[in-house]
């Protein structure tokens, strides 16, 4: 089954934000680092592509044939989506295993695994 994590950093922090990333130890910091590597190196995964915020987004609509685009999105920014990757499995149960091991799960995140159709 393939999968798709869809990463939403919600209050996680990142290097974008240097100063909620600095309420991280340096030992946090390099296990962030070190967990999206891992996680990159896993089989059937593909690695993901982070996004820029959701303040850069144009959203695109079309309405009686005339195309709208309005900037940013029209979520939260706790549910806007930070990132993805795809991840081939047996099952979502390893689906599930590799999404919690993303550190935005533990940091104030979530991950949305969906599987793709084929």
Same mark, same amino acid.
């Given at each position: 089954?393939?999968?798709?994590?869809?990463?939403?950093?919600?209050?996680?922090?990142?290097?974008?934000?240097?100063?909620?990333?600095?309420?991280?130890?340096?030992?946090?910091?390099?296990?962030? +680092?070190?967990? +999206?590597?891992?996680?990159?190196?896993?089989?059937?995964?593909?690695?993901?592509?982070?996004?820029?915020?959701?303040?850069? &987004?144009?959203?695109?609509?079309?309405?009686?044939?005339?195309?709208?685009?309005?900037?940013?999105?029209?979520?939260?920014?706790?549910? &806007?989506?930070?990132? +993805?990757?795809?991840?081939? &499995?047996?099952?979502?149960?390893? &689906?599930?295993?590799?999404?919690?091991?993303?550190?935005?799960?533990?940091?104030?995140?979530?991950?949305?695994?969906?599987?793709?159709?084929?």
């Amino acid at each position: 089954m393939k999968f798709m994590l869809l990463i939403q950093q919600g209050d996680a922090p990142t290097p974008r934000d240097p100063n909620a990333w600095a309420r991280l130890s340096a030992d946090e910091q390099r296990a962030v +680092y070190a967990d +999206y590597r891992a996680i990159n190196e896993t089989p059937g995964a593909t690695s993901g592509v982070q996004m820029q915020p959701p303040d850069t &987004a144009t959203t695109v609509r079309v309405q009686d044939g005339k195309t709208l685009t309005t900037d940013g999105p029209f979520v939260e920014m706790k549910e &806007a989506l930070g990132g +993805y990757l795809f991840f081939e &499995a047996d099952d979502l149960d390893a &689906a599930i295993e590799l999404a919690s091991r993303v550190p935005a799960a533990r940091l104030g995140g979530a991950i949305e695994v969906r599987p793709i159709m084929e």
